[in-house]
């Protein structure tokens, strides 16, 4: 059975960090790209991050570089996205989904797998 299972998730104050985690299970991990995604209330979800199967590449939304960092472990089938300098606007539910393409995409389309998410709050 294929599962994409996030945590991490809470209630931190601006200007704080939080580590995500999307661990995997029932799929050969390391082929596929693993993508987080937002949705904030209201909002089309969007994407954060991406990091590759093959060599590792790492993607950020342009918004979000420099406060968000993306890796994976192989070894533990779980992708890790390390938030810091949190701002209220990066409240969300916050999904990982996984894609058999090698390379990295922000098509919600070409993702296979998807988690149930994380809700991140981001207040004072």
């Known amino acids: 059975q294929v599962q994409l299972v996030e945590s991490g998730g809470g209630l931190v104050q601006p200007g704080g960090s939080l580590r995500l985690s999307c661990a995997a299970s029932?799929?050969?991990?390391?082929?596929?790209?693993i993508g987080w995604f937002r949705q904030a209330p209201g909002k089309e979800r969007e994407g954060v991050s991406c990091?590759?199967?093959?060599?590792?590449?790492?993607y950020y939304a342009n918004s979000l570089k420099g406060r968000f960092t993306i890796s994976r472990d192989n070894a533990k089938n779980t992708v890790y996205l390390q938030m810091s300098s949190l701002k209220p606007e990066d409240t969300a539910v916050y999904y990982c989904?996984?894609?058999?393409?090698?390379?990295?995409?922000?098509?919600?389309?070409?993702?296979?797998?998807w988690g149930q998410g994380t809700q991140v709050t981001v207040s004072s």
């Open positions: 029932g799929f050969t991990f390391n082929y596929y790209a």
């Open positions: 989904a996984a894609t058999l393409n090698d390379y990295c995409t922000g098509y919600e389309s070409e993702y296979d797998y």
């Open positions: 990091i590759s199967s093959d060599d590792g590449s790492t």
